[in-house]
């Protein structure tokens, strides 16, 4: 079963409202969780470095005001899309490494699809 | 140069068939590599991780690391048309913990 969880798996949303999204971790603790966005036909761009207890990490060109992490407790990280704009549907996938895993096992989330009208 | 690139694709091959999927990274010190599929509209999903020279197999499935190449490769055996999908290539490079980086992806057909 799934390792990492993401809620909604989809929203709808109107242009100027903001989305939060969810990530768990279900089995394990997640010190890290990384947060990506994927447009149609293109591959994973990782927007930020959720890090529990502290500031994320943002990637160059990615605005932290608009997209807000917190990364609460060991096994939740939420993004949150702030008065979301219609080039911001896109599908956005969180990742979570499992610390107790041989080598650096990365799980991902089952991904959210945000349309924005 | 991007950091991690992979061979243009699309790739089709015959059912029953080898595909190739190759990939070359720019940070030599990488410590991690994998292989993940991603069919359309839906999360990756991990299929190889390697982490050392070599070849490692699982199933039909066989990863190749060459670090002096800077080079990963996935090799899937008796292809069949459930393994159409986007292949992503993904890379931990050696200041990063836990961030991947992804190739552009290829889109692999396998005809009956």
């Known amino acids: 079963g799934a390792v990492v969880s993401q809620h909604p798996s989809w929203v709808i949303c109107k242009s100027g409202t903001s989305v939060k999204i969810e990530c768990r971790s279900l089995?394990?603790?997640?010190?890290?969780m990384f947060w990506y966005r994927q447009f149609p036909k293109q591959s994973l761009m990782l927007m930020a470095t959720?890090?529990?207890?502290?500031?994320?990490?943002?990637e160059q060109g990615v605005e932290k005001d608009k997209f807000l992490i917190n990364h609460a407790s060991l096994t939740l990280s939420t993004l949150t899309v702030t008065s979301a704009h219609p080039e911001d549907s896109s599908f956005y996938i969180c990742?979570?490494?499992?610390?107790?895993?041989?080598?650096?096992?990365?799980?991902f989330g089952e991904g959210s699809w945000l349309t924005v009208v | 140069q991007k950091e991690v690139e992979q061979n243009s694709g699309p790739l089709s091959v015959p059912e029953g068939a080898i595909a190739s999927l190759n990939c070359t990274y720019s940070?030599?010190?990488?410590?991690?590599f994998f292989w993940y599929r991603q069919y359309s509209g839906k999360s990756p999903e991990l299929i190889m991780s390697?982490?050392?020279?070599g070849d490692k197999e699982d199933g039909r499935f066989t990863a190749q690391l060459n670090k002096a190449s800077q080079y990963v490769s996935l090799l899937i055996r008796d292809s069949q048309p459930s393994d159409s999908a986007t292949y992503l290539c993904?890379?931990?490079?050696?200041?990063?913990?836990?961030?991947?980086?992804f190739g552009q992806g290829t889109i692999l057909t396998v005809h009956p």
């Open positions: 940070d030599r010190v990488s410590q991690s």
């Open positions: 990742s979570a490494r499992d610390p107790s895993s041989s080598g650096n096992t990365i799980y």
């Open positions: 959720s890090n529990e207890g502290s500031k994320a990490t943002y």
């Open positions: 993904a890379v931990i490079g050696g200041t990063s913990y836990g961030k991947l980086t």
């Open positions: 390697i982490y050392s020279n």
């Open positions: 089995d394990f603790q997640a010190t890290t």
